[in-house]
């Protein structure tokens, strides 16, 4: 099958960079095009047409996947502070716990203000930069030529990463001795332009005279429980003269213009990972619908996770997490009910052109969200802030006391 090495095609290139960091010449480098997305551009004044970044390219060559004798799991970590760190119930942290016994190196994404990167750490008390969905797809580095490093070397290494790049790892790859190797994919559905986040900046700045510090997407106040991570998900700027902005999910235009898919990397709207097949040993997500099949699991809305063991490895791995974690075994096909990213790919927007047209011109972070983005419908707000998860929860209690007491 063709990619978009072969093609040209964008919706062929899933931006994993395995190609680059295959090339012995150096003569593949990521260049952003005019939406902000990175694609491999060739040098073929230093290409010698081996041939090797076609191996390695998971459109062209899709590493293993598997779909059968899925194990579930759904619940959230007994440790508070993990969770309260953590974008749903924490179980990342306590996957990475199960498997760092010793000898360890651990993959994933870290943000430093808008800039999204994959590093690595050798030790566990600075797992923290790794936490939260940082809604932005990662830059990658060299971090699949220094995983095959670590590998070679013995050590134990858990690579983290978005289901396209845990192909590209996997892809890259090939022959190495993967027996110490444990993938965690995150459920993605989809990556958004960074331009519209760049345009955000750009409106800070001239509103407070300065960028941003960290940007939390889904954040969780510890004070204010409501502003939690499930009917409410604020999110949190923090400028770098240590200003707060704060902005419900519901009144917030990046969630508005993200969740109708008008802004994301072509090849999502055609993504081959978003199925029941999976290809990483452990697939971890929001426990959507927690309020709907398996209330008990709700914790009191400070955040639940689903986890999605796809191999032996990392049924073992999940098995021993538990121990540190409240919840149980779930129904796949229940659970695949509410996580529409493992059915299938997002819908692309009609109207996606003409967004990124705008996206891409002079327009104002402002203009464009007068243009494009509506205020939330009243029945939403009811059920969000009047009838919510919480309220909903609360009654499944009361019920469920009052079952007890008959």
């Known amino acids: 099958m063709s990619g978009y090495l072969r093609s040209n095609l964008k919706e062929e290139c899933f931006g994993c960079e395995a190609c680059t960091q295959v090339c012995g010449k150096s003569a593949i480098i990521m260049k952003e095009d005019e939406e902000g997305f990175r694609y491999p551009v060739i040098d073929e004044n230093l290409c010698v047409h081996c041939g090797l970044c076609n191996v390695v390219c998971p459109y062209e060559n899709m590493p293993e996947s598997f779909g059968e004798n899925k194990y579930v799991f759904g619940g959230y970590s007994l440790n508070e502070e993990i969770r309260f760190e953590s974008t749903s119930g924490g179980i990342f942290s306590e996957v990475v716990n199960a498997y760092c016994d010793d000898n360890y190196i651990i993959f994933g994404a870290e943000a430093k203000g808008l800039s999204v990167f994959h590093n690595y750490i050798t030790d566990k008390k600075e797992l923290a930069k790794f936490r939260k969905s940082k809604y932005s797809q990662s830059i990658m580095g060299n971090s699949y030529k220094q995983a095959r490093i670590f590998l070679n070397e013995g050590k134990k290494v858990l690579f983290s990463g978005t289901p396209c790049q845990i192909a590209g790892l996997k892809a890259y790859l090939r022959n190495t001795n993967q027996d110490y190797l444990l993938t965690v994919e995150v459920v993605c559905e989809g990556v958004p332009s960074p331009i519209y986040m760049r345009k955000y900046e750009e409106y800070l700045e001239k509103k407070y005279g300065c960028g941003i ?55 999502c709207y055609q993504c081959r990972f978003a199925s029941q097949e999976r290809i990483a040993d452990i697939s971890l997500g929001d426990l959507w619908g927690v309020h709907l099949y398996c209330p008990e699991l709700y914790g009191n809305n400070s955040g639940a996770s689903l986890a999605v063991a796809n191999t ?15 919840g149980h075994e779930l129904d796949f096909k229940e659970a695949l009910r509410y996580q529409a990213p493992m059915r299938t790919h997002i819908s692309q927007n009609q109207h996606r052109e003409a967004f990124m047209r705008d996206l891409k011109s002079s327009m104002r972070y402002e203009e464009i969200n007068k243009k494009w983005t509506k205020s939330p419908a009243l029945k939403l707000l009811w ?7 919480r309220q909903k929860i609360a009654v499944w209690n009361l019920k469920k006391f009052l079952r007890r007491r008959d």
């Open 213 to 267: 510090e960290s940007l939390d997407y889904r954040y969780t106040d510890k004070t204010v429980l409501s502003h939690g991570k499930w009917d409410f998900e604020v999110m949190r700027t923090h400028l770098k003269n240590n200003k707060m902005i704060k902005k419900d999910r519901w009144f917030n235009p990046f969630w508005f213009i993200w969740l109708n898919h008008l802004m994301s990397r072509p090849s």
């Open 312 to 326: 032996e490895k990392g049924r073992n791995i999940l098995l021993k997490a538990q121990r540190s974690m409240y």
């Open 383 to 389: 059920n969000k802030y009047i009838w919510g998860n």
